[in-house]
């Protein structure tokens, strides 16, 4: 990324070093963890040589192969159901303006400033008033409710970029609402949504907070399960299946940022 010198924030002295550290604080943890990754020893914080064992380890762990498989379909679910939703949403709200629609748009986007931990609770609270069993479903409506802000942001923005003036000439050519939207906006928005689909897909695989207080018996998710093993201490497997998560993140946010600049 090119730097612009000519930004008057680069005048205050000492603003690179603070940036280098910043940066460095941000991704040094990150580097270890993935050299530690492929350490050798039974030790997990002391190097003495190169070793892809722990990965094969992780492989066979049946417990947690069974809790990345609980993580992904409530990942997927989450993912189908709050993008489907949120399309939904963007496509009403940007239909026209309407009375409340600031009230509207404050609450799509509410679960963003709301801290994690507050959501957890009070949907905790609602199951147990409502009498929903906890389980893999009650995982899946928290999560789906909690990834719809994240679908819903890249897709409203691309609602937002369209020219109304193919919607206006596909009306006065006749289409339909289905047709105008099956070859204009659906080709033109696809981007946003596949976008917001990735982001929701990601957030509620790495989702700890939530899963852990509206989560039951059998329905462990994989950071619940790292989060068990790490509480009897750090040990190379704890390293290697979190370098795994790290780089499937790392891959989903990647694409979804390049699939949501695809131009028009």
Same mark, same amino acid.
């Given at each position: ?38 350490n050798e020893n039974r030790l997990a914080t002391i190097w003495t040589g190169f070793s892809t064992h722990w990965y094969s380890v992780v492989l066979d762990n ?31 709200? =940007? ?5 409340? *629609? ?6 799509? !986007?509410? @679960? $963003? #400033?709301? +801290?994690? /931990? ?51 000439? =596909? ?5 339909? *609402? ?6 204009? !906006?659906? @080709? $033109? #928005?696809? +981007?946003? /949504? ?71």
């Amino acid at each position: 990324m090119k730097i612009d010198r000519a930004n008057p924030l680069w005048r205050f002295h000492g603003i690179t070093p603070m940036a280098i550290f910043f940066f460095a604080y941000l991704y040094l943890p990150i580097i270890v963890l993935l050299v530690l990754s492929f350490n050798e020893n039974r030790l997990a914080t002391i190097w003495t040589g190169f070793s892809t064992h722990w990965y094969s380890v992780v492989l066979d762990n049946t417990d947690m192969l069974r809790a990345a498989k609980n993580s992904l379909i409530v990942a997927l679910s989450a993912t189908v159901i709050g993008t489907l939703a949120a399309t939904l949403a963007a496509m009403g709200m =940007a239909r026209g303006r309407f009375r409340g *629609e600031t009230g509207v748009a404050a609450m799509l !986007t509410l @679960p $963003l #400033l709301v +801290p994690e /931990i507050v959501t957890a609770i009070a949907t905790l609270l609602f199951f147990i008033v409502i009498g929903v069993k906890l389980g893999l479903i009650s995982i899946i409506i928290a999560h789906t409710v909690f990834c719809i802000p994240f679908a819903y942001l890249p897709i409203r923005a691309r609602l937002d970029g369209m020219d109304p003036a193919l919607i206006e000439a =596909a009306n006065d050519l006749y289409a339909n *609402e289905w047709q105008a939207f099956k070859r204009i !906006t659906f @080709p $033109l #928005l696809w +981007p946003g /949504i596949l976008s917001g689909a990735m982001l929701s897909f990601i957030i509620s695989l790495d989702d700890f907070v939530i899963s852990y207080f509206v989560g039951g018996a059998g329905s462990t998710t994989l950071p619940i399960y790292i989060f068990g093993m790490i509480r009897v201490g750090i040990t190379p497997e704890v390293n290697a299946i979190s370098a795994l998560m790290l780089i499937i993140s790392i891959i989903f946010v990647s694409v979804s940022f390049v699939i949501d600049r695809v131009r028009y």
